[in-house]
């Protein structure tokens, strides 16, 4: 289970990519997302717990310079996060706004 969050952005994709491998690297932490955002931006995601995340994301700034635009760590989060920032996370329906029954159409 995570516990935390990180996010580091790179105003260079080649910088984001070897500060990606450092932060995966220096402490034990999953990759969470890791992609191109604009041109010439790069942001890399991590998950684990609150020490490890402080740790890769404190690598991830060293190793990015003066290249690093933003970084964050957003320690305890609920556990419903992750699955939602990853898009699988199921839905419950339970009242339906539209109705899925077919509808007979006469015509005059």
Given at each position: ?108
């Amino acid at each position: 289970m995570y516990h935390a969050i990180g996010l580091v952005e790179m105003s260079s994709i080649a910088k984001g990519i070897e500060a990606t491998d450092v932060m995966l690297t220096s402490a034990n932490v999953e990759l969470l997302l890791a992609k191109t955002i604009c041109p010439g931006k790069y942001i890399t995601m991590v998950g684990g717990e609150i020490g490890a995340i402080q740790q890769a994301v404190d690598n991830g700034i060293h190793c990015g310079g003066h290249l690093t635009v933003d970084s964050f760590v957003i320690p305890n989060v609920h556990a419903s996060i992750l699955p939602a920032l990853s898009g699988v996370n199921e839905i419950e329906q339970k009242n339906q706004s539209v109705s899925l029954k077919p509808t007979v159409l006469a015509l005059a």
